[in-house]
């Protein structure tokens, strides 16, 4: 985190400045998207006023204090007031991120239902080598109109089938 401090009515003091920039590096240090802080001290007779502006990732976040008659004590009060802000705004982003989050997963269960396979029912064989004719012969045995064999001839699984107009094809997929 960059910290520029400066001073209005008055000099700012080394002492004065390391305070500054302890404080905030303790406090303010340990939220990572604050990039920035801009520091200005003033007086106005007997009150110390402090205002910090802290610019960060997608935001700005501004505090003041000038009730104080120390000012370190006016320091060390805006500083609590910024951590509180960020700390506020910190749970506020991962509220918003974890409603986001169960919000999107609603919506794609939402607009991925359940689908109900078309198949409904399954059935397993060992499908033993045959010819041609004895796949046919097979499948009007068990009354299929059609039958998925081991094609002795060529080594791949093929399959016979009833025609409409009479006879047989024959699927014969080439992998």
Known sequence: ???????KNFDVSNSLRDHVVEKLNKKIGRFDTVITANVTLSTDRHRHIVEITLFGKGFEMRAEEDNNDDMYRSINAVVEKLEKQLDKA????????RKEREESKAEAEVAQPERSSPVQQTFSYDAEPLSVEEAISEMQSNGYT?????NKANGRINVVYVLDAGGYGLLDPKL
Do not use: N
Not at 90 to 97: A, C, G, L, Y
Not at 146 to 150: C, I, L, R, V
């Open 90 to 97: 910190r749970k506020r982003m991962i509220d918003i991120s």
């Open 146 to 150: 059609f039958q998925a064999f081991h």
């Open 1 to 7: 985190m960059q910290i520029t401090v400066s001073g």
